[in-house]
C-alpha cells in the first residue's frame, strides 16, 4: 500500500534562514504523482506543486524549490530566504495511477513550520 | 475566480440531528472528492465521485452519503452525526486523474 512519510513534524527558523522540509514516499505503482500543499493557520489548504513519476526535473518557483529523487523516493521542499508569511503545515501527498478510481490522495502527517521574525 | 466553495463552514450540532454540507466548484471538474481531516490521522478520503450520478466509497465512508446530481455541487449528508464525526472537512475537485486537487476552504463540524 502506499503511503508517505514526513519525518518532521515541527520545525523553528529564524527568519530568513533556508529551511528544507522532507517527504519519502512509498508506492509499488510505475505511475504516481507527487504534490505538495500548504496549509496557513487560517486552514485552508493551498496547492503549492505537482510532479509525475517520470519527471524528476527539480523545480524552482522563486523563493520555493523541490528535489524529486526517485532512487530514494524523496521529494524535498525548500524554501530559501523564510519569511514570517511562511509559517504554515505543509503536506506532502501521493496519488497513485493504478487502482486508485477516486483519484485518491494518500498525504503525509505534515511538517509544522514556524518562522519567527 | 476558479474555487470550490462549501457551506457551511462552521457547524456545531448534536448528535442525530441530520445535516448536508454542501459543495460547489466552478471549474467544470469531473472529480470530486470529500476528505476529513483529523489530528494524528491525516487528511481520508471519504467518498469520491467521477462525475455525475458515479459515486463510490473512499477510506473512510462509514455515517456518510453523497450525491452527485449535477456535475458542480457534490453534497456530504450525514444521516445520523455522531461525535466521532466531529473534523475538519473538505471538498475538494479535479479534472482528471492525477492532476492536482483543489480544495475547498474546510466545514469545521462539533457533534455533541
Known amino acids: 500500500a502506499q503511503k508517505v512519510t514526513q519525518a518532521q513534524t515541527e520545525i523553528s527558523v529564524v527568519e530568513k534562514e533556508d529551511v528544507t522540509l522532507d517527504c519519502v514516499y512509498e508506492?509499488?505503482?510505475?505511475?504516481?504523482?507527487l504534490f505538495w500543499y500548504k496549509q496557513p493557520p487560517s486552514g485552508e489548504l493551498v496547492f503549492l506543486i505537482r510532479?509525475?513519476?517520470?519527471?524528476?526535473q527539480n523545480e524552482i518557483s522563486g523563493r520555493y524549490s523541490w528535489n524529486f529523487q526517485k532512487s530514494t523516493s524523496s521529494f524535498n521542499f525548500t524554501i530559501t530566504a523564510s519569511q514570517v508569511v511562511d509559517s504554515a503545515v505543509y503536506f506532502c501527498a501521493l496519488s497513485e495511477a493504478l487502482n486508485n478510481a477516486g483519484n485518491m490522495l494518500t498525504f503525509g502527517g505534515g511538517t509544522r513550520l514556524m518562522v519567527k521574525p | 475566480e476558479a474555487q470550490v466553495t462549501q457551506n457551511p463552514r462552521y457547524l456545531i450540532t448534536v448528535t442525530g440531528k441530520k445535516l448536508t454540507v454542501t459543495c460547489s466548484q466552478n471549474?467544470?471538474?469531473?472529480?470530486m472528492s470529500w476528505y476529513r481531516q483529523d489530528p494524528g490521522l491525516g487528511l481520508r478520503q471519504i467518498y469520491y465521485?467521477?462525475?455525475?450520478?458515479?459515486?463510490d466509497k473512499g477510506d473512510v465512508p462509514e455515517g456518510y452519503k453523497v450525491s452527485r446530481k449535477e456535475k458542480r455541487n457534490f453534497p456530504l449528508i450525514l444521516e445520523s452525526p455522531s461525535p466521532n464525526q466531529t473534523s475538519l472537512y473538505f471538498c475538494?475537485?479535479?479534472?482528471?486523474?492525477?492532476?492536482?486537487?483543489?480544495f475547498g476552504p474546510g466545514t469545521r463540524l462539533t457533534v455533541t
Open positions: 510532479r509525475n513519476s517520470f519527471d524528476e
Open positions: 471549474m467544470n471538474h469531473e472529480y
Open positions: 465521485s467521477m462525475n455525475v450520478e458515479v459515486t
Open positions: 475538494a475537485s479535479t479534472h482528471y486523474l492525477g492532476s492536482e486537487q483543489y
Open positions: 508506492t509499488r505503482d510505475t505511475t504516481y504523482y
